[in-house]
């Protein structure tokens, strides 16, 4: 699901975002609901961030006012008898890359009913993207995020992986 976001574009970096387990649902600018291996799974826009809800699990990137950046690299967490990891990664484009890597994305998104891209009104290549993992197992369930910053020309890229314990 493609969305233009109804909100202004507030600059931002990547060093700025932060990572929280266990907020609670934040106010959406969209959001998607899903069911993934017999799993409700909400993926929501906030803004220049992201909010993915699933079993035991709510991961928030984004800028806290309480929580100073950057993100790290990883993160594993076992929760209520879930293997929760997390990776985020940053790269940073040329002038002339950076636009067609955004558009590379948005491209391979469309049409899929497991995403949620939005973008802001006034920048093409300031977009949020959220993806469900395709085919996940019973016992696994994963996703994937973009966040995508014009005026430095970043990337981050995050991915999370949920499976339940025997």
Do not use: K
Request: one cysteine or more; a negative charge.
């Amino acid at each position: 699901m493609l969305t233009t976001l109804r909100t202004a574009y507030a600059d931002t970096r990547a060093d700025a975002l932060s990572f929280a387990l266990g907020l609670p649902p934040l106010d959406a600018l969209a959001v998607l609901p899903l069911e993934c291996a017999g799993h409700p799974v909400e993926l929501r826009l906030l803004g220049a961030s992201h909010q993915v809800i699933v079993g035991p699990v709510s991961e928030t990137v984004a800028c806290l006012p309480d929580r100073p950046g950057p993100l790290p690299t990883q993160v594993r967490e076992t929760l209520d008898g879930w293997s929760y990891a997390f990776t985020a990664t940053v790269r940073t484009y040329g002038a002339a890359g950076f636009g067609p890597a955004v558009d590379a994305l948005c491209a391979r998104l469309a049409g899929r009913d497991d995403a949620l891209t939005g973008t802001f009104p006034g920048s093409p290549h300031a977009v949020t993207a959220l993806a469900v993992d395709p085919g996940p197992a019973a016992r696994r369930l994963g996703w994937q995020t973009w966040h995508a910053y014009p005026q430095t020309r970043e990337i981050v890229m995050t991915q999370s992986r949920l499976v339940s314990e025997p």
